[in-house]
T-cell receptor, first 116, second 113 residues
């Protein structure tokens, strides 16, 4: 299967700081990146979709100024949680998509964010 | 009506039994169907995909697709406690400019030792 990495795997930060999460597709070119958030015992929630070189499209209720997404290359996308607060504590997961519908089916391992 | 529906469970089965997980979808033009397993605290892991009507077997897992009835199911034979997880159904269909993947909310499976 496709190889997707995320860094960091977990992070703890103080309220008010910003946290950057990286997602890399290691063996295919990700023309599109999906970012999800998952709270404990809840289902995946799609936050935004980004296409390489373009602005991201955010789902309803997701603040684009708070969750900054950059997809500057075909192998790397970043999600920055700005001025994080405890309610932003969650599991953030990326899912890259290439030209094939098959290789879009692999998720990154996720990043656990805890905001104190 | 949700685009992809799954019973949230939990579905509880004894060890060694067959676990049957079901998923229905609303877009009749959907083309590809995927099952994921998600352990607590981990990201979803792809376990099977199916494109054509009928059954597809892989080890203890069998995916069943019925496009006329718009459902896809996953059977787990000889269930093990290690199969206890949330199972997500994903459906891919074409839309303008490409295709989209819709995920169900998942069914929690608990296999009792």
């Amino acid at each position: 299967g496709a190889v997707v990495s995320q860094h960091p795997s977990w992070v703890i930060c103080k309220s008010g700081t910003s946290v950057k999460i990286e997602c890399r597709s290691l063996d295919f070119q990700a023309t599109t990146m999906f970012w999800y958030r998952q709270f404990p015992k809840q289902s995946l929630m799609l936050m935004a979709t980004s296409n390489e070189g373009s602005k991201a499209t955010y789902e309803q209720g997701v603040e684009k100024d708070k969750f900054l997404i950059n997809h500057a290359s075909l192998t790397l996308s970043t999600l920055t949680v700005t001025s994080a607060h405890p309610e932003d504590s969650s599991f953030y997961i990326c899912r890259p998509r290439g030209q094939s519908s098959y290789n879009e089916q692999f998720f990154g391992p996720g990043t656990r964010l805890t905001v104190l | 009506q949700k685009e992809v529906e799954q019973n949230s469970g939990p579905l509880s089965v004894p060890e060694g039994a067959i676990a049957s997980l079901n998923c229905t979808y609303s877009d009749r033009g959907s083309q590809s169907f995927f099952w994921y397993r998600q352990y607590s605290g981990k990201s979803p892991e792809l376990i099977m995909f199916i494109y054509s009507n009928g059954d597809k077997e892989d080890g203890r897992f069998t995916a069943q697709l019925n496009k006329a009835s718009q459902y896809v199911s996953l059977l787990i034979r000889d269930s093990q406690p290690s199969d206890s997880a949330t199972y997500l159904c994903a459906v891919v269909s074409s839309n303008t400019g490409g295709f989209k993947t819709i995920f169900g909310a998942g069914t929690r499976l608990f296999v009792k030792a």
